[in-house]
């Protein structure tokens, strides 16, 4: 795309409210585009609906009209979340419009450099990682996109001594063009959002658009225990800074003794290997503010994006020994009776759930299930089989995930009827938990699903499993 102020006097059309919608709407109304916003929902259902009336941008609910897209169209903005198979997409791609998001948009106009970060796994508790060590650090970052404010709002306010930190979904880069970070950084690949993508090279080929405009100037974060990640290593233009858990690398981040091949009670250390091969440890694994060896990896991730920003080591491990996680990320939600209670909802497929597992010593009863996307779940079996002893599965998989328990032997097995108030279907998933736990194990929220099945998001998925565990 150009520059917004280049649409002038050009149509634009808008696909989606919600607050990313908003901002792009306002953004090129102010250009002098003119504008139509329209969203499927029903006009009560969108709040934003009649402030961008009152600005004058033409408002269009509850259907996409079949004449909302033609050939005088200049430009197509979509929600990430909405899917190229709809029609207004599909006919925006028969008169060759260009269709972005709100990233692409929120580009051309950011004075800061900006941060990206993506992966499958990670992405909320990195960003947030980074953006505290770059505070702490005196470089004023903004934290956008997936989490915080939105984009293109938080862009039209950043200088250039800010440093713009997004956090990035498949979703939303796959809709970019020019988009080009200072820093990029690519935590993982598993097989997700299939559904959306359809196959696991498009969702791999959006992700790798965090790295397309790069050059010779800009870093790519990489992580060397991923094989994707590894390949990108030779095929990107940008100076390349690894980080493992599992190697002892040549130059950049790692952990010394590795993860492989020794036992897991060997303390270990979070090192930086400088190019001059100078190795620099800066804080021990066991003084992480928050468990689990998947954040091992965000901290050497987001230690790394914050070392390559200007932050030294030692700001850097003081940050990651007071940060206690972020909500609904692995959070603490109480104890009863010698049972911690954990909030993990925003586990939105297997690997992180295996993952989470993986982060505790102690027994677990876990909570799982949410919108099926067609994985079969045997991925959950041999976590089922060390460490999980009761499983109480809700939601469109619950059949599924219920059969990979039993036949990894549990004898603790239950599923919830989810045709009832969605608040009462997780107090009874609660309470059954409870039935299943003893003192000393754990009641874990990681669902290995998407939420939307039965809530409209992950936060709320959380929020109501919280509410269930306070009211116990």
Known sequence: MEHPNAYRGRQVVILGLARSGVAVAKLFHDAGALVTVNDKKERHLC??????????????????????????????????GIPYTIEPIQRALHFKI???????????????????????????????????MLAAGGLQPIVAGNIGRALTEAALTATSDNRMVVELSSFQLKGTSAFRPQIGCLLNIYETHLDYHDTMEDYIDSKVKLFANQTESDTAVLNWDDPVCRDLMQKVRASVLPFSTKAELDYGFYLQPPLANVQDDIARTMVYRDAHGQVNPFMPVDELGIPGTFNMENALAASAIAHTAGVPLDVIAGVLRSFRGVEHRLELVAERDGVHFYNNSKATNPTATVKTIEAFKQDI????????????????????QRQVKGLVAIGETKEKIARVARLAGLSQVKTVDTANNVQD????????????????????????????????????????????????
């Open 98 to 132: 260009e269709i972005i998001t709100e990233v692409e948009v929120a580009y051309h106009i950011c004075k800061a450099p900006i941060i990206g970060i993506t992966g499958s796994n990670g992405k909320t508790t990195t960003t947030t990682w980074t953006g505290l």
């Open 47 to 80: 709040p934003e609906a009649d402030e961008l009336s009152a600005l004058g941008i033409s408002v269009v609910c509850g259907s996409h009209p079949s004449g909302l897209i033609h050939e005088g169209i200049a430009l197509v903005v979509k929600n990430p």
């Open 365 to 384: 009863i876990l909570i799982a299930g949410g919108l099926d996307r067609g994985s079969d779940y045997m991925d959950l079996l041999p976590v089922f």
């Open 425 to 472: 279907t997780v107090d009874e998933a609660v309470r059954a938990a409870v039935a299943m736990a003893k003192p000393g194990s754990v009641v874990l929220l990681s669902p290995a699903c998407a939420s939307w099945d039965m809530f409209p998001s992950y936060e709320e998925r959380g929020r109501m499993f919280r509410q269930s565990v306070h009211n116990l």
